[in-house]
């Protein structure tokens, strides 16, 4: 996909938590605005454009992106990156915040996962970065109880279930 001169996208700043990354993206996944968002896994390494100070620590690999797309009537489609150190899975608190997305994801109906990893994004200007997420994003696929085994096995060494029973 070629960059697209009609690209409009803003990046989700605030992320001063993730628990405040998480009501965010729960948010704009309830807004009947939202047409679509798409869930990302970033590299499980510090390759390509990681930047520790918007990726934050490599133990936090690999990370949660999502690109939402909303649109409004008689104006283009809007596409909000969330990127950097937005959400991981990386330790049960963090497990959990992920576990609740993929909950709310599912029963939206309107959200994807690509199957391929998403490279770094967050040092790049937003446009540059949503045309990054939907060149991966050609990948996507329907979130449904299927497709979210396989995408939380990008995220994690176990598998949901597994990651419950360790941290009972």
């Given at each position: 996909?070629?960059?697209?001169?009609?690209?409009?996208?803003?990046?989700?700043?605030?992320?001063?938590?993730?628990?405040?990354?998480?009501?965010?993206?729960?948010?704009?996944?309830?807004?009947?605005?939202?047409?679509?968002?798409?869930?990302?896994?970033?590299?499980?390494?510090?390759?390509?454009?990681?930047?520790?100070?918007?990726?934050?620590?490599?133990?936090?690999?690999?990370?949660?992106?999502?690109?939402?797309?909303?649109?409004?009537?008689?104006?283009?489609?809007?596409?909000?990156?969330?990127?950097?150190?937005?959400?991981?899975?990386?330790?049960?608190?963090?497990?959990?915040?992920?576990?609740?997305?993929?909950?709310?994801?599912?029963?939206?109906?309107?959200?994807?996962?690509?199957?391929?990893r998403a490279p770094f994004t967050s040092s790049l200007p937003p446009n540059e970065a949503a045309q990054a997420l939907?060149?991966?994003?050609?990948?996507?696929?329907?979130?449904?109880?299927?497709?979210?085994?396989?995408?939380?096995?990008?995220?994690?060494?176990?598998?949901?279930?597994?990651?419950?029973?360790?941290?009972?």
């Amino acid at each position: 996909m070629t960059q697209s001169a009609n690209l409009f996208a803003q990046r989700y700043d605030d992320s001063t938590s993730t628990s405040r990354n998480l009501g965010t993206i729960l948010d704009v996944l309830g807004d009947t605005q939202t047409s679509r968002v798409t869930l990302f896994a970033s590299p499980e390494h510090d390759e390509g454009l990681y930047d520790p100070r918007t990726d934050g620590p490599t133990t936090n690999l690999p990370l949660v992106a999502a690109l939402a797309e909303i649109r409004v009537t008689g104006a283009k489609p809007v596409h909000v990156v969330f990127d950097g150190l937005f959400l991981t899975a990386q330790r049960k608190p963090r497990y959990d915040e992920v576990k609740s997305l993929l909950d709310a994801a599912v029963a939206s109906g309107k959200a994807f996962v690509a199957t391929e990893r998403a490279p770094f994004t967050s040092s790049l200007p937003p446009n540059e970065a949503a045309q990054a997420l939907l060149n991966v994003a050609a990948t996507a696929v329907p979130l449904n109880e299927s497709s979210r085994r396989s995408y939380f096995g990008q995220l994690a060494n176990l598998s949901e279930t597994e990651y419950q029973k360790v941290f009972a």
